[in-house]
């Protein structure tokens, strides 16, 4: 059993993982914490958890994290890179579900996130979990920095393409939507139901912090520059997100569907539909699955991909399970097998 | 023209006033204040009354509310209590729609809001506004304490069987269900989207502010003591409110449909459906009308109403307008006219 | 590994035995079967089922049922009945998750549904599959009547009251909400997503099916006779059912939680929430636990009854799953332990 | 008064229409159509209209259209084009809120929507009833063909950038996104509030018909050929549409922000947001406007523009109400003035 740890477990993205973990064959949970919550029972919180978790959120000072195989944090950023040094001399796995660990520029970390890195020695051997693109160095790594929903989904989508160089990777057009629960639960007042229910806008509109990620990470598949233009939108649903892709082909002769088939024939987490096919986010709700379809829309030279991933499973608590368990020399699938909630 | 001054206007009630009084032809608002947001504005907090509205939130202090009308509190409780004696005053009128002046003893406010009642002298003058039942005592009213949404529809779905004295008032069952927006524009977890979206619960189990309200103006329609269990329920929409009504019948000969069509035939923003109706609250969206439906389940001596609202017009905003109308001898139902916006 | 056949995969109760039998470590889907989409592989209808679900739907006429041990029934009612006859003659169990089999008295059945029932022989030996309430009749049944999703409640809402004889049975007053997946996937106006969304109303006013199961059920629990007033709603979500349950005590000295703890006390599906508790739908969405509250209102001498389930699991496919487990000597939760879907 | 005629009154579009011309001061309501319910009280239909129409639904063949003004047609495609030159004969003037004579080319007609069109001489003579483009035409003619609500929101968008000459029209690419009301008020699976809400998704990838009639439109605005992607989306909310334009600057010195502030100064419909704005579809809810921003995404020589509109009113029965006043001779905003229903 792989003793586990959680600290911050009273965001989307905690519970989102308490729920996961339950299905997990080789997972014990040892201690999850909250400053704010230290005494709560987790179930008493969220009451979906009863009859399975019995413990409580304990106080991030006296939990014996130490004694864990691993720790995830479900916390804003700023937290994990605080407490990353003492657990991994400790030598415990840590799996950073936040920014922390996802930018390997520290400067740019600070530009996007207005706090200066406090560990830059960890973030310069921290590994980016993206398992599709990142498998080999995951299985070794002791700090894993968790993607970001949206990267998730914009490199997933782009990767065949600047992979095969058939795209000009200098003007790349990503619109993008997500459900509500990507915002996380904090009590703002445009995250409000009679705020966000029946309506739809674009935000972020001056700047993102996925976007650096992104780019960071796709230019790691291209010897050129990277151009890309992001724009996040507001769907009004609890969980999903849907990315669509654009892209100017530089090669007009290749067979994108099969390209597509080809890259992920292997990957149990990435299925790419059929020739035609729109996937909507309910057929990933609650899977750890990313649907993913690539059109050539008639009259054009371009490519445009449609990725949809539920952004808690896949675009969080399920890809840092999949980490996990790559960590842990687990069958890559192991606990995160459950089909989508369909209506 | 009316020169109206708004108190608090940043929540829902005060933007829905907002809405609505900019369709009222002898409406001219003189200012709107807020603490928080004074020199914000208001177009710019809510986009939606661009190119309606030029200014900007006042700072309650600076505001010359004293030159108004008519004055609107769309403030917490315990607002309207404290400035009200000026501006009565100074010949100002006010409507409160908060719960200020809706309880006649001071002891049952204090004991639902805990705090004392600062103008129990201004309470006793205080009308309740609910024109249906108080017409005549709102005309001639200095303050008006407009009503709850929920005891809206429960005063107006029981009154009909109570004056007809053809119920049991002790043995009352009202099921009622609330869109989000009843619970306020204000930043709390369980009102976010991800949190109220997709499910349904009752709240308030132990005891709910409109509960004492309802009792005290029931108890006005019949000589006997009202008995009243009153669970409310959230659903997942923004606005509508529906009231699920049970009483034992005691005169089982009477003909409940013509009861209550006699009872409502001249009112104009009270419709009383067909016999066998269900109405939808989406019939009801942002007009101020209330629907009603009278039943009689088989097999049983029960009645059984349906009654439908907009918890923000005739349940808040709208019906202070209506009592305005009626304030200041214009016809009722001036400047709220607009159909309910369905689908 | 129990050898499974499906009639009439298409609607929502189909697709959720689908999810859910996925998750079975014992189940092996033989057939699924669908006159009107006849060779439609099952992952193409339903997207969600990708990379797990390879078979398609066959037609009726050539499935080889009678060479499985158990058949479900995700069909209209009406279909069971006329097939049930011969899978039993053949060995073969049946669990109808439609109406044929609810309703022991033909006539009865006749009077709701409108046609006459084509094997009352076999209705006579069915059995009604609610296990907290028939356990051992299921373990031994051929012919199994899956319960609908409101009696669920109602019936496991009422039950400690009516079994403890501390209420009177003759006037019990049921308010329900259901989502709109209780509904089907059937092409109605009423149903769409502009029609059903942001808006609630009651439906069925004039008489519910679920009506007479429901009682006929009760009245199992009781020799005096039942009275129920059952108002179903329909709330603008996907899934979740919440009853809200009203019943005058009889005894008030009686302590309703410690009653309703030590009922359900060693029952893996039913959740009795903390004194003063109030469940929310989703605590249970995609999960097979029904949650229950009981409250006696302030100053009354009612007992009142929260219960929630997810209307596709605990009110269908679930339950459906727990009768099998039981009629084939599993544990009985086997493959129904995933948690809820929060947010 | 105008008199006025609704062909095909029962959809989401002839509801809107009564709606609106409920509030209009000039317009008098003499017949709707149905050939489906004909009899049927159009308050029965639609219980918000109670209390404000009489008149019931007449089969188009009794219906004594030829005394009307002016003839809506709230009909699927080749109802318009059947009935039209009958009408125009009679001095009727045709506003069809269909396809009918969108397009001027009926070769391109019978293209996308599969049949001939029957009266290629009245669609030469038809006007495009885009009021903030084709003013001056829609005040003479006698057939209009109100636009589609995706062309709407793409030429308002893209207008200003054309007509000033700095962008390549052969790039553009439209990303848009409707409300559920969009696709009308259809029994199809697919658009059932189990399958639409709480998910997103692309839709009509292979091809939409608002694709022609936008290039046909954005044509007459530059003498470069226009190449357009077009991405239609399906949001889980009833009403509201959202497009994010993208275009290529070939001019980078230009003041965006000046430049639609500019076009737009005058228009009463179309509101230019405030630079670094992003519009949301609530603004306009129920509203005959459309708000809109322009940005130039950092390090990139893009334009981005963010235009919403409720589709069912500026994208469609609002427009074509404001068409109805420019044929008139009345004051454009006549009946429109109402602000958006928010929240």
New interface residues.
């Given amino acids: 059993m792989i003793k586990i740890g959680i600290v911050g477990g009273t965001g ?1 993205t905690g ?1 989102e993982l ?2 996961l973990l ?2 997990h064959p080789d997972a014990e949970l040892r201690a999850i914490t909250s400053r704010k919550d230290a005494g709560t029972p987790v179930a008493e919180m ?7 978790y019995d413990l409580a959120f304990t106080d991030p000072a006296g939990a014996d994290l130490g004694s864990c195989d691993v720790v995830f944090f479900a916390t804003p950023h700023g937290v994990a890179m605080a407490q990353a040094r003492e657990l991994v001399d400790a030598g415990v796995r840590v799996i950073d579900l936040a920014a922390d660990f996802r930018l390997q520029d520290p400067a740019v970390f600070t530009q996007w996130y207005g706090l200066p890195h406090s560990c830059p020695d960890l973030l310069a051997e921290a590994v980016y979990g993206l398992p599709e693109l990142n498998r080999e160095a995951i299985r070794t790594a002791r700090i894993v920095g968790n993607p970001g929903c949206y990267p998730t989904t914009m490199q997933l989508g782009y990767a065949p393409l600047l992979e095969a160089g058939v795209i000009d990777p200098g003007r790349l ?1 990503a ?1 993008c ?1 997500s ?3 990507g ?1 996380g ?5 445009n ?13 972020g ?3 993102h912090r996925h976007h650096p990620e992104t780019v960071a990470q796709l230019a790691r598949l291209t010897a050129q520059p990277i ?1 890309l ?1 992001f ?1 996040p ?1 507001l ?6 997100m ?1 990315s ?1 892709l ?1 892209a100017e082909l530089t090669r007009t002769d290749v067979d994108l569907q099969a390209l597509y088939e080809r890259r992920y024939a292997n990957e149990p987490f990435v ?1 790419v ?1 059929p020739a ?1 096919s ?10 750890n ?1 990313l ?1 993913i ?1 690539v ?1 050539r ?4 030279d ?1 490519a ?1 991909v ?1 990725a ?1 991933e539920d952004n ?1 499973v896949k675009g969080a608590a399920g890809q840092a399970i999949q980490n996990m368990n790559l960590m842990f020399g687990l069958p890559e699938a192991t606990g995160l ?7």
Same sequence: chains 1, 2, 3, 4.
């Fill in positions: 989307y519970v308490l729920r339950a299905a969220f009451p979906s958890l009863r009859g399975r057009i619109d939507k459900g509500v629960s915002a639960r904090k009590a703002e007042v995250l409000l139901f009679a705020e966000a229910s029946d309506s739809f806008k674009a935000y509109v001056k700047g151009g233009v724009t939108h769907v009004p649903m609890i969980r999903g849907h669509t654009y299925d539909m035609g729109a996937p909507d986010t309910r057929s990933v709700r609650a899977s699955m649907r379809a059109h829309p008639a009259g054009t371009l445009m449609l949809v808690l097998e459950a089909l989508a909630v369909l209506p």
